[in-house]
Structures are given as structure tokens and as C-alpha cells.
């Protein structure tokens, strides 16, 4: 059950950093469109001639009707504008997560464990276990 709590944390993590590094991306993933159009009302779009008519989608008016949103993206949306607490909570969160797991991480690395003078207890437990095998047998 935790591994399923970490790989679920994981993907939200990584899906709302995209979205915040890359949003365009992580909206649209790596769909394009061609952008020049034939015919006297710009019925067809063709591209085999125009190269750099062919553009990444992006919430542009024009790729809004031809490409389309992820299902992620799509219900991530929906919930932050139906419940806009969650939308902030959810915003603000990851950068709380984020700020947590690099302070452990740097106190991981940084803080290293004290070592006691393990030779003189260690030979006290090591009496302690030979008297003790002693007395029960």
C-alpha cells in the first residue's frame, strides 16, 4: 500500500511540475497541426508544401478546435474550476512537498550519523549474551 501511495505522489509530482515548466505539453502532449489551409473557404489543411505552417497546439483560437487536451489535463482542469480550494491547495502543495523533501534530503547528506565508541560496548554486550547463553542452558 505504500509503494502505491509513493508511485501515486510520483506521478501527481511529476504531471504538476510539468505542467508548470512545460504547460503547453503537458496540456497537449506532442500533438501538432498544420496551419495553412487550401481552398476557397479553408477547408482542407494541407502542410506538404509549408513546412513551418506546422505548429505545436497550443490554447491558441484556431488549435483549440483541431487538437486535443489530455484526459489528465482535462480532469485536473475541471477540478480547479468547479473547486478552486482544492485548484490553490493542490498549486501550492507540490511546492510545500517539494521544499520538505529537499530540506531532508540536504540534512540526509549533510548529517551524518554519530558514532559511539562502539569497541568497549560492544565487547560489554557481547559478555552479556555469553553469561546470559550460560545461566539458561
Known amino acids: 500500500m505504500g ?3 509513493l508511485m501515486l505522489s510520483i506521478l501527481a509530482l511529476m504531471y504538476s511540475l510539468t505542467t508548470i ?3 503547453q505539453y503537458a496540456h497537449f502532449g506532442g500533438q501538432t497541426y498544420c496551419n495553412h489551409t487550401i481552398g476557397d ?3 482542407v489543411r494541407d502542410c506538404t508544401d509549408v513546412p513551418q505552417a506546422i505548429l505545436p497546439c ?3 483560437s484556431e488549435a483549440k478546435d ?3 487536451q489530455t484526459v489528465v489535463s482535462l480532469f485536473l482542469n475541471r477540478i480547479t ?3 478552486p480550494f482544492f485548484g490553490g491547495v493542490a498549486f501550492w502543495g507540490q511546492f510545500a512537498f517539494l521544499g520538505v523533501w529537499v530540506v531532508a534530503g540536504l540534512a540526509g547528506v549533510l548529517r551524518r550519523p554519530r558514532m559511539e565508541d562502539l569497541g568497549e560496548r560492544g565487547s560489554d554486550d557481547d559478555e552479556d549474551d555469553e553469561r546470559t547463553g550460560l545461566l539458561e542452558s
Open 21 to 23: 515548466v512545460a504547460p
Open 41 to 43: 473557404w479553408g477547408e
Open 66 to 68: 483541431i487538437c486535443t
Open 3 to 5: 509503494t502505491i501511495f
Open 58 to 60: 497550443s490554447s491558441a
Open 81 to 83: 474550476l468547479t473547486f
